[in-house]
């Protein structure tokens, strides 16, 4: 009963009880269940989430991974294109092409016919006269959303573009001149002693989200149908458009999960917490063979907040996953943590046959979704969705 009575008071704790310190296992790594449990510092939960932050000496490792990935012509020729254009704005000299980026002529690409899903959702986004209900657009998106009017209705579902479709040109005129006053206003700032820092960390983070197979690429595979558009060959202006429309969609986007990448990131803190309480609850025999091998929470699940499961699916995966995000209230602020422990349970039959603390936590930061496509992700959002629902309005539904 002692138990429930904790597990009750953790669904009911207030704002002021944001978990701050965390538990943490010792850096040796255990052969047998030890409990030994100790209050961290934030220097040591910094450390052990390095994953997060600045990784000093892997810095190397990571760019050449990402070099390996990369086209460089394709990535140097479309970096260039975004830094004329701002410099050729503010009437600076342009940098220098290299030999070879001399950019050619391409013939337009058709545009893909519509797929075999929702057509009322195509309708009601692509008729220039009429507006989707905001609820009607999140139900018919769930389930995934035709790639014809995918980047139309993501404006839509993230408040980006007003519903009115009369709006929705002047709207987008004044956004996209918007982001480009903020270019001329502090785009020279980047090379501030003060700025240093960030931008470093960006150039480090990029290959981080997903090192294997970085989407600047200038060809994929059939297989890999996501991009198959040559970068290279997007009219300036339309690069600047989609340049515009992509911050603003990520602000949008941020809006509800700022704490997880503010000071301590205590958001991230938080879902780790709640994650680990959830499962606890779903499938307690997970749970306790996690605890017996000290593997905790936080060594692999921060990565799951930090980048929204995009390291642990393919681009594809990643991109139906969001449909459905767009369409969940709070879908990357609430509705992730349990998609995520769906995520985790998914694989209990492989977690239970690991009996070494290694070998789990390899195999958790390294899940073999290689092969996985929209019918993976179809079960993962279901099964999360009944979580939802058994958990989120009624946490002590399911009680020891």
């Known amino acids: 009963m002692a138990s429930d009575g904790a597990r009750k008071q953790f669904w009911k704790r207030s704002n ?32 052990n989430t390095s994953d ?20 460089s012509e ?19 000299p342009t940098l220098q092409e290299g030999p070879g980026l001399q950019q050619k002529p391409r013939p337009e690409a058709e545009p893909p016919s519509p797929p075999s899903g929702d057509l009322r959702l195509v309708k009601s986004v692509s008729e220039s006269h009429t507006s989707c209900p905001a609820e009607e657009l999140r139900r018919l998106s769930w389930s995934g959303i035709p790639k014809p009017v995918r980047p139309m209705t993501w404006k839509l579902l993230s408040g980006y573009l007003p519903a009115n479709v009369d709006r929705r040109p002047a709207t987008l005129q004044r956004k996209q001149k918007e982001y480009f006053a903020f270019i001329e206003h502090y785009y020279d700032s980047r090379n501030d002693e003060v700025h240093q820092d960030t931008y470093r960390q960006i150039h480090i983070d990029i290959p981080r989200m997903s090192p294997e197979a970085l989407i600047l690429q200038p060809k994929v595979t059939e297989a890999e149908e996501v991009d198959t558009v040559d970068v290279s060959g997007v009219p300036a202006e339309v690069l600047r458009n989609i340049e515009a ?28 917490k709640m994650l680990e309480e959830l499962v606890s609850r779903i499938d307690e025999q997970v749970h306790r063979h996690l605890d017996q091998h000290e593997v905790r929470y936080l060594q692999f699940a921060f990565r799951w907040m930090n980048n929204l499961l995009m390291r642990e699916v393919p681009l594809r995966c990643t991109i139906r996953l969001w ?3 767009q369409s ?73």
Request: hydrophobic share 40%.
């Open 52 to 71: 997060a932050w600045d990784a000093g000496e892997d810095d190397d490792e990571l760019l050449a991974m990402a070099a390996e990935s990369l086209n």
């Open 74 to 92: 394709v990535v140097m020729e479309t970096a260039n294109r975004v830094l004329r254009n701002h410099s050729q704005r503010q009437g600076r």
């Open 323 to 325: 449909d459905t995000y």
């Open 328 to 400: 969940e209230p709070d879908g990357f602020s609430h509705f992730h943590l349990y998609v995520c422990a769906a995520f985790l349970v998914r694989w209990r039959k492989e977690i239970l046959e690991e009996k070494d603390f290694q070998e789990l936590l390899l195999f958790l930061q390294n899940l073999p979704t290689a092969h996985w496509d929209d019918e993976d992700i179809s079960l993962l959002l279901a099964e999360a969705y009944r979580l939802k629902f058994a958990f989120a309005d009624a946490p002590n539904h399911y009680k020891k």
């Open 245 to 272: 429309d992509t911050y603003w969609c990520m602000s949008k986007l941020l809006d509800g999960i700022q704490d997880n990448y503010t000071f301590a990131q205590p958001g991230i803190q938080m879902k780790v």
């Open 16 to 47: 002021s009880k944001l978990p701050g310190s965390l538990l943490r296992s010792t850096a040796k790594m255990p052969t047998t269940p030890v409990k030994a449990k100790r209050v961290s510092t934030f220097q040591e939960f910094e450390s």
